[in-house]
């Protein structure tokens, strides 16, 4: 496989700061929150994200929730639901990343994948080939009741199979059909996504566009470079899962194009070379970055763990999936942003029974002081707590900062 050229002696070099201070900026961070967070602040700071993924663990706040509150802060969850799930909204779901909302207005981009989506499983996954019968009567269906979601839907192959995470019949043919594209988001109900058909929620004409692959990559890599402020290759393919070789050959379009531009950061090597890195010509690097934030575990700057781990020498994993005696920092560990380098974590749990927010650990990462994390976080769990409709902050006695956590919260 052909590698990316070595930047040109003329490149510019960025110190892993201005890295950092380049890709936080990027995305949304360092600005000043807003006294009120309005519809139309969210909605921009969405289009400024690119993708929003969806997760359905509710243990702090369900994930969708989290990037919008570290970048603008307190703001009623409520107003986002009505943004992002509304029926005929300016947004809808596809797999542009994992599940995630996009602007509707960009469905036709995605039209490639749900393609190359029905191609594969068509051919890969007896599952599809052997239940044609059951697609069809899902449509069939769909067309005759309207939007439902698949507690909605009358059949008997709506039990689900095995223990309770188990996917039944009617579930996997309505996921397979939104992959494929011939059935579509109409919001959510609660957390349960209602499936409808694209003439149902106004989506006709845009399901009718069709953008070549080449121009629909070239389109979502430029999209990926401003979103990530300066990322590799890998970095840039990630942000919406596109394949290496595409985003290569889309990144030496915009390269020719003028574009984006080819930088060196300092650090970023492979076998003793360094790592081709991306931005968008004429960028500002702010010149310090004030910010303090927690972050989903699939919030942009973190959800590519490598990146994480060059970009702020941060290694992390989510360990809800790990057996509780095995787990080093928590079920739930959120990294915890302070300026532009992430300094601990926190796992967090809203106990709505007792109406508390609970700190179960508090970490801080080796060389940072505790008690300089906890100054910062204090303030900022007392808002995540009210912002989550709970009262007071209570920390428990398990990770290195955790005593720190403690006094700050109550002021000592």
């Given at each position: 496989?052909?590698?990316?050229?070595?930047?040109?002696?003329?490149?510019?070099?960025?110190?892993?700061?201005?890295?950092?201070?380049?890709?936080?900026?990027?995305?949304?961070?360092?600005?000043?929150?807003?006294?009120?967070?309005?519809?139309?602040?969210?909605?921009?700071?969405?289009?400024?994200?690119?993708?929003?993924?969806?997760?359905?663990?509710?243990?702090?706040?369900?994930?969708?929730?989290?990037?919008?509150?570290?970048?603008?802060?307190?703001?009623?969850?409520?107003?986002?639901?009505?943004?992002?799930?509304?029926?005929?909204?300016?947004?809808?779901?596809?797999?542009?990343?994992?599940?995630?909302?996009?602007?509707?207005?960009?469905?036709?981009?995605?039209?490639?994948?749900?393609?190359a989506l029905r191609e594969r499983f068509t051919c890969t996954q007896p599952w599809?080939?052997?239940?044609?019968?059951?697609?069809?009567?899902?449509?069939?269906?769909?067309?005759?009741?309207?939007?439902?979601?698949?507690?909605?839907?009358?059949?008997?192959?709506?039990?689900?199979?095995?223990?309770?995470?188990?996917?039944?019949?009617?579930?996997?043919?309505?996921?397979?059909?939104?992959?494929?594209?011939?059935?579509?988001?109409?919001?959510?109900?609660?957390?349960?996504?209602?499936?409808?058909?694209?003439?149902?929620?106004?989506?006709?004409?845009?399901?009718?566009?069709?953008?070549?692959?080449?121009?629909?990559?070239?389109?979502?890599?430029?999209?990926?470079?401003?979103?990530?402020?300066?990322?590799?290759?890998?970095?840039?393919?990630?942000?919406?899962?596109?394949?290496?070789?595409?985003?290569?050959?889309?990144?030496?379009?915009?390269?020719?194009?003028?574009?984006?531009?080819?930088?060196?950061?300092?650090?970023?090597?492979?076998?003793?070379?360094?790592?081709?890195?991306?931005?968008?010509?004429?960028?500002?690097?702010?010149?310090?970055?004030?910010?303090?934030?927690?972050?989903?575990?699939?919030?942009?700057?973190?959800?590519?763990?490598?990146?994480?781990?060059?970009?702020?020498?941060?290694?992390?994993?989510?360990?809800?999936y790990t057996p509780a005696p095995q787990r080093q920092y928590g079920y739930y560990?959120?990294?915890?942003?302070?300026?532009?380098?992430?300094?601990?974590?926190?796992?967090?749990?809203?106990?709505?029974?007792?109406?508390?927010?609970?700190?179960?650990?508090?970490?801080?990462?080796?060389?940072?002081?505790?008690?300089?994390?906890?100054?910062?976080?204090?303030?900022?769990?007392?808002?995540?707590?009210?912002?989550?409709?709970?009262?007071?902050?209570?920390?428990?006695?398990?990770?290195?900062?955790?005593?720190?956590?403690?006094?700050?919260?109550?002021?000592?």
């Amino acid at each position: 496989m052909p590698t990316f050229p070595a930047a040109p002696r003329t490149a510019r070099r960025l110190s892993s700061s201005q890295a950092r201070r380049l890709a936080l900026s990027a995305q949304g961070f360092g600005r000043p929150h807003p006294e009120a967070v309005t519809s139309r602040q969210l909605s921009a700071a969405l289009d400024h994200l690119g993708v929003l993924q969806l997760d359905s663990v509710t243990v702090f706040a369900r994930s969708h929730y989290l990037p919008l509150f570290a970048r603008l802060g307190t703001y009623d969850p409520a107003s986002l639901d009505r943004l992002i799930f509304s029926a005929r909204g300016r947004y809808t779901e596809y797999w542009a990343h994992e599940a995630a909302i996009i602007r509707r207005e960009d469905w036709p981009l995605w039209h490639w994948k749900r393609e190359a989506l029905r191609e594969r499983f068509t051919c890969t996954q007896p599952w599809v080939r052997e239940n044609t019968a059951m697609l069809d009567w899902l449509l069939a269906e769909l067309a005759e009741v309207g939007p439902m979601t698949v507690s909605d839907v009358e059949h008997e192959a709506t039990a689900r199979r095995g223990p309770w995470w188990g996917w039944s019949d009617v579930k996997v043919g309505l996921e397979y059909l939104f992959a494929f594209g011939d059935v579509v988001s109409g919001g959510r109900r609660g957390f349960s996504r209602i499936y409808a058909l694209p003439h149902q929620v106004g989506m006709t004409a845009l399901h009718a566009q069709r953008v070549a692959r080449p121009d629909a990559e070239r389109e979502l890599v430029r999209r990926s470079v401003r979103a990530l402020g300066v990322g590799t290759i890998g970095d840039i393919a990630d942000y919406y899962r596109l394949k290496i070789a595409p985003t290569r050959d889309a990144l030496r379009a915009l390269l020719a194009a003028g574009e984006v531009e080819q930088v060196e950061v300092e650090g970023w090597q492979r076998a003793g070379r360094p790592l081709p890195a991306f931005v968008v010509p004429g960028a500002s690097i702010p010149r310090r970055l004030e910010a303090t934030a927690l972050l989903s575990p699939f919030d942009p700057v973190v959800a590519n763990r490598d990146r994480a781990l060059r970009l702020f020498d941060f290694a992390y994993r989510i360990e809800i999936y790990t057996p509780a005696p095995q787990r080093q920092y928590g079920y739930y560990t959120l990294p915890v942003l302070v300026d532009e380098m992430l300094l601990g974590r926190l796992d967090l749990k809203s106990d709505r029974q007792a109406g508390v927010l609970r700190v179960q650990s508090a970490w801080v990462e080796p060389g940072v002081q505790a008690g300089h994390l906890a100054e910062r976080v204090a303030p900022l769990l007392r808002r995540a707590s009210a912002w989550q409709g709970l009262g007071d902050v209570v920390v428990a006695d398990r990770g290195n900062a955790s005593a720190a956590v403690r006094r700050a919260v109550d002021g000592e």
